[in-house]
C-alpha cells in the first residue's frame, strides 16, 4: 500500500489513502479544509489527533463523549456503524485538569465511508461512565499510531 507524505503537527508522516477521511460539509469556519488523518499518540490515552492534510497547523484533539459525562443520539441520517467523538479544548496553560469538551457541536465519523461531519445539537444527554483508556475501536483501527521520542519527534508505530 503506497503513502503519500503530508507534513503534519507531529512532522512529515506517510499517509496511506485509505486513511484519510473527507470533512462532509466541511467544519464551520475551515471550509477550505475537507481532508484529514486520524492520529493517536501513544501515551495520549483516549484521545486522537484529527489533523487537516491541506494546512499542518490545523489539528484537532477529539475524545469519546463519555470521558466529559456527555452523549448523544447519532444525527440523521446516520451510517451503520458511525461513531460521536467530540473536539476537546485544551487550556493554553497545557493543564490536563483544565481540558473542556466542545459539547454543542460533536462529531459524528462513518468508518465504512471515511467521511465524518459535526452538528449542532440543541443539548447532550447526560450519562454515566468512566470511558474507556483507548479511543473507539473503530476509529482507533482506522486512524495512524504515533510514538514520540525524548525531542518530541514523532515516529509511526
Same mark, same amino acid.
Given at each position: ?8 503537527? $507531529? &512532522? ?5 489513502? *485509505? ?10 469556519? $475551515? ?15 483516549? $484521545? ?9 497547523? @490545523? ?8 470521558? $466529559? ?13 458511525? *461513531? ?13 485538569? &483544565? ?38 475501536? *473503530?476509529?482507533?483501527?482506522?486512524? @495512524? ?10 515516529? *509511526?508505530?
Amino acid at each position: 500500500m503506497s503513502a503519500e507524505y503530508y507534513p503534519t503537527r $507531529f &512532522g512529515k508522516l506517510p499517509v496511506p489513502s *485509505t486513511q484519510i477521511w473527507r470533512c462532509d460539509p466541511a467544519l464551520a469556519g $475551515f471550509s477550505e479544509l475537507q481532508r484529514f488523518v486520524l492520529l493517536h499518540v501513544e501515551n495520549q490515552g483516549p $484521545f486522537l489527533w484529527l489533523q487537516a492534510l491541506e494546512d499542518p497547523a @490545523i489539528a484537532f484533539p477529539l475524545c469519546d463523549p463519555i470521558h $466529559f459525562g456527555v452523549d448523544y443520539a447519532a444525527p440523521k441520517p446516520a451510517c451503520g456503524e458511525g *461513531t460521536i467523538m467530540l473536539m476537546v479544548i485544551v487550556p493554553r496553560d497545557g493543564d490536563a485538569a &483544565g481540558l473542556r469538551a466542545h459539547q454543542m457541536a460533536p462529531l459524528y465519523f462513518c468508518p465504512q465511508q471515511r467521511v465524518f461531519r459535526q452538528w449542532i445539537v440543541e443539548a447532550p444527554q447526560p450519562c454515566q461512565g468512566s470511558g474507556a483508556a483507548l479511543p473507539p475501536a *473503530t476509529l482507533l483501527a482506522m486512524s @495512524i499510531r504515533l510514538g514520540l521520542d525524548a525531542s518530541g519527534e514523532a515516529s *509511526t508505530a
